[in-house]
């Protein structure tokens, strides 16, 4: 499975993205999903996540109250909607599916990831 994550750019503190993710050539299946994100220097790290049927979601703890992921299994689309975006909140963000309809925070549970898109916060 190939994900295309978009919706990247660069924004103002206190703007709003809203980045999307879609697998290429098929549909997701039952496929629990997950956003991450890595900044220059840093590791890989959680943001949110939803299981199949959007009944759980998590998210970390830096971004609760601000990002609300959701998805659009009809559209095959899963969808990060960022608000109050923060400087810190720039880094290169992923989406990842796993083989199992959970949601899971841990970037070992998933099985495909994108190519990531960029998302830069000016202050």
């Known amino acids: 499975v190939q994900l295309q994550a978009s919706g990247g750019g660069l924004v103002q503190s206190g703007d709003s993205l809203k980045l999307s993710c879609a697998p290429s050539?098929?549909?997701?299946?039952?496929?629990?999903m997950g956003w991450f994100r890595q900044a220059p220097g840093k590791e890989r790290e959680f943001v949110a996540t939803?299981?199949?049927?959007?009944?759980?979601?998590y998210y970390a703890d830096s971004v609760k109250g601000r990002f609300t992921v959701s998805r659009d299994n009809a559209k095959n689309t899963v969808y990060l909607q960022m608000n109050s975006l923060k400087p810190e909140d720039t880094a290169v963000y992923y989406c990842?599916?796993?083989?199992?309809?959970?949601?899971?925070?841990?970037?070992?549970?998933?099985?495909?990831w994108g190519q990531g898109t960029q998302v830069t916060v000016s202050s």
């Open positions: 050539g098929r549909t997701f299946g039952a496929f629990g």
């Open positions: 939803i299981s199949w049927s959007s009944q759980r979601t």
């Open positions: 990842a599916a796993r083989r199992s309809a959970g949601a899971s925070t841990y970037p070992a549970e998933y099985d495909y």
